[in-house]
Structures are given as structure tokens and as C-alpha cells.
Nanobody
Framework: QVQLVESGGGSVQAGGSLRLSCAASGRTDCSLSMNWHRQAPGKEREFVATSYGNGASSYSDSVKGRFTISEDTGKNMLYLQMNSLQPEDTAMYYC?????????????WGLGTQVTVSS
């Protein structure tokens, strides 16, 4: 199975930047895609960005142009560079991995890292 550990969260003022990291271990070859999700207080979890491992990526409309997802496959690391942060970006950010069906399928979640943006 894949294990995911996030880091890099913190508190910043609006307009600031943070870079989140996610360390993957275990059966990383079972990951079909690596993603970031987030959950704000009182809200449902929402998709933020996906990296397909071949250089392709996609983003939610709310972060497009401000956030950049990237991977270092040699180090089994996933990153999320977040620029121009706004108070509405305040949330717990989760690294996730979509697992290949041949490896059992499903989605693996990390424990999350908190991002707080003050106005």
C-alpha cells in the first residue's frame, strides 16, 4: 500500500505563498495519479489539483493560475506551490493517491497539513 505524509502548512497573510510537500512511501508504483484535496471548516472536501506523472496536470477553477502541482518521481515527492493565497484558501490540505486497480484500487489519503490565510 502507499503511505502519504504532508508537510509545509502554516499561517500566512493574504497575498503570501506556501509550498506544501507530500512524501510517498510503500508501493508508490501503484499510484495512478497524485492529487491535492482540501477541506475548509464546515465544508466538504474539494479537489485542488492532480498530477498524472507524465507532466500533465489539472486544477480546480478556484486555484488555477495561482497554484502549481509538481512531482519529483525520483524522490517520491509531490508538491503544491501556492501563490497569491486568499483567506478562502484556508483549509486542511490533503495529499491523495489514486491506486491502480491491479493494486486493489481506491484512494489513499494522508493525514493533512493545515493552511491558514489571514486577511
Amino acid at each position: 500500500q502507499v503511505q502519504l505524509v504532508e508537510s509545509g502548512g502554516g499561517s500566512v497573510q493574504a497575498g503570501g505563498s506556501l509550498r506544501l510537500s507530500c512524501a510517498a512511501s510503500g508501493r508508490t508504483d501503484c499510484s495512478l495519479s497524485m492529487n491535492w484535496h482540501r477541506q475548509a471548516p464546515g465544508k466538504e472536501r474539494e479537489f485542488v489539483a492532480t498530477s498524472y506523472g507524465n507532466g500533465a496536470s489539472s486544477y480546480s477553477d478556484s486555484v488555477k493560475g495561482r497554484f502549481t502541482i509538481s512531482e519529483d518521481t525520483g524522490k517520491n515527492m509531490l508538491y503544491l506551490q501556492m501563490n497569491s493565497l486568499q483567506p478562502e484558501d484556508t483549509a486542511m490540505y490533503y495529499c491523495t493517491a489514486v491506486v491502480r486497480s491491479l493494486c486493489g484500487g481506491g484512494v489513499v489519503w494522508g493525514l493533512g497539513t493545515q493552511v491558514t490565510v489571514s486577511s
